[in-house]
């Protein structure tokens, strides 16, 4: 009795909020758009749109295996899927290799991504086609190790909480992985689902360690996920993949991209939901995708060769770009993201060294900022240019209501050695 009262009060509660706030979809791109809403509640259903792509170029045949793309120390890197310990850092304008920075005894069986933090970057030896494996586990190198090559090496290890069996079944397993992306205490994992071409979250702690994968919502992709990148500043993840036809490869390898935005915290499917198909003329085993700005988005696809039905398949790998601006600026210019590509990396000072995320928070406004900028001071300004708070980097957080701050925009500014960094954000009302 207990119970169902409680659950009537919430359900009652629920109702009285989004009859308060008007519960809808808020994006106006969506065709059921709700110009009366004021509550994203992840209803917006979109029209097929079919993208097209620019194809900057063939990759080197050292990195025929690119398995995972990521923007870091001013470039973008990618790395083999196994047998090799380097990374490589690629021209975005033509593919050509400009760096190559190996990983001194580090092994590599199967790496399908790797996802990056403030300090460290986190390397998923995750593949796992056949579902069998019991030895899954991440990485962790910290970043200026790496630089300067002494190479601090950690392991997370873990396994899926719902996984009973272990018998191979290649290709048939809902518990491969290849995607997966860090937040500010756990890591995130989107599954590639061969049996059912869905993917499910799975969730870890970030810490080095034996831990269990706790699974968390589904969402059906209609296609196996293969690669994602992620900005927390602009509650946006953008994930990458391919068609699989068991019946007919030439039907396969037909790649898309899944947008997911305006989600609340880390409920990565509470949001915005939107998938984008490449053109059908394209095929390719899409393995990885970032972005430096949040625009222009880069991918990269294994060499793929097969013959079948008489008919010899052989996809040479390449980068690719294409440029989400039509889908997601309407969205993003609320964070004060321009259109101007020359904007670089960084519309609001922002870089993959340094995050503010949520934005907008409602308290607490967390950051991911470099070791070095530990004790340096900060200031809040007003969109006037009046000083509103000020404090010291102690921590990874600022809570927002303790400095008195009313809902509307601020901006964060933080200054080392001559340097100065600013960063917008939007402060909301529970």
Avoid at 262 to 269: A, I, L, P
Avoid at 289 to 314: C, P, R, W
Avoid at 325 to 344: A, C
Wanted: hydrophobic fraction near 30%; charged fraction near 20%.
């Amino acid at each position: 009795m207990k119970i169902r009262l409680f659950l009537s009060g919430l359900l009652l509660t629920i109702t009285e909020f989004c009859l308060a706030q008007v519960c809808g979809c808020t994006d106006p791109l969506a065709i059921n758009y709700n110009d009366s809403a004021t509550i994203n509640d992840g209803s917006c259903e979109y029209e097929n749109i079919t993208i097209e792509t620019t194809e900057i170029g063939p990759l080197d045949s050292l990195i025929e295996g690119s398995s995972t793309l990521f923007y870091w120390n001013n470039g973008y890197w990618t790395y083999n899927d196994h047998n090799d310990n380097c990374l490589y850092r690629i021209d975005s304008t033509n593919a050509s290799t400009l760096e190559t920075l190996c990983i001194n005894g580090l092994s590599n069986y199967d790496t399908e991504e790797i996802s990056q933090d403030s300090l460290y970057l986190y390397f998923g030896e995750i593949g796992n086609n056949s579902g069998s494996r019991q030895d899954l586990h991440i990485l962790r190198i910290s970043k200026e190790s790496i630089l300067n090559q002494t190479f601090d090496v950690d392991t997370l290890w873990f396994s899926y909480e719902d996984q009973t069996g272990f018998t191979p079944q290649p290709q048939a397993t809902d518990f491969d992985c290849e995607a997966f992306i860090v937040g500010r205490d756990s890591i995130y994992l989107f599954t590639k689902q061969w049996a059912s071409t869905q993917t499910t979250l799975y969730s870890l702690p970030k810490t080095p360690g034996h831990h269990i994968a706790h699974r968390g919502d589904t969402y059906n992709v209609n296609g196996l996920i293969t690669g994602a990148t992620y900005m927390p500043e602009y509650q946006l993840v953008v994930l990458c993949g391919y068609d699989y036809d068991t019946e007919n490869l030439l039907l396969a390898l037909h790649p898309f991209i899944i947008l997911l935005y305006d989600f609340q915290e880390t409920k990565f499917f509470s949001g915005n939901k939107r998938r984008l198909d490449f053109d059908y003329s394209v095929r390719a085993q899409m393995e990885a995708i970032a972005t430096h700005n949040a625009l222009d988005y880069y991918l990269t696809n294994e060499h793929y060769a097969t013959s079948i039905m008489g008919f010899n398949i052989d996809i040479q790998a390449q980068l690719q770009r294409i440029d989400l601006r039509p889908y997601l600026l309407p969205y993003l210019r609320q964070y004060g993201v321009s259109e101007n590509p020359n904007n670089t990396a960084n519309p609001q000072g922002s870089t993959a060294d340094f995050r503010l995320y949520p934005n907008p928070a409602h308290d607490q406004l967390y950051l991911d900022y470099p070791q070095e900028y530990w004790g340096t001071e900060y200031e809040i300004l007003n969109l006037n240019g009046q000083k509103v708070a000020e404090g010291t980097l102690k921590n990874r957080s600022i809570s927002l209501n303790s400095k008195g701050l009313s809902s509307g925009k601020y901006i964060l500014l933080i200054r080392k050695n001559g340097e100065v960094r600013t960063f917008s954000f939007i402060k909301k009302e529970e």
